[in-house]
Nanobody, 123 residues
């Protein structure tokens, strides 16, 4: 299992920015994907963005394309999610995940989850 610890959440006004970080232990040999999911009250958990650790391949949910950017700092074992032009509908608990790249496209096939960090966007 990979240990994942998120940080960077908070409260911002619409149009603002936040950068989430996820510090993790070394990935196991079977994990080649990292990403972010989110879940807001009364809604199902949804995939936000993912990145293939062996290349620069990324995936973004349509609702965040052009606003969010996923990246990694391998030297620091840290995954980031830069969130710009935030909207009230981005309000959710954001979870960092590690797993297997989905060759068919889309989010990682998840393996390990962090505890989450809350993002609240006010109008």
């Amino acid at each position: 299992q990979v240990q994942l610890v998120e940080s960077g959440g908070g409260s911002v006004q619409a149009g603002g920015s936040l950068r989430l970080a996820c510090v993790h232990t070394a990935l196991t040999y079977s994990y080649n994907c990292m990403g972010w999911f989110r879940q807001s009250l009364g809604k199902e958990r949804e995939g936000v963005a993912s990145i293939y650790t062996s290349s620069t391949l990324t995936y973004y949910h349509d609702s965040v394309k052009g606003r969010f950017t996923i990246s990694r700092d391998n030297a620091k074992n840290t995954l980031y999610l830069q969130m710009n032009s935030l909207k009230p509908e981005d309000t959710a608990m954001y979870y960092c995940v590690a797993g297997t790249w989905n060759a068919g496209g889309g989010m990682c096939i998840t393996g390990s989850w962090g505890q989450g960090t809350q993002v609240t966007v006010s109008s």
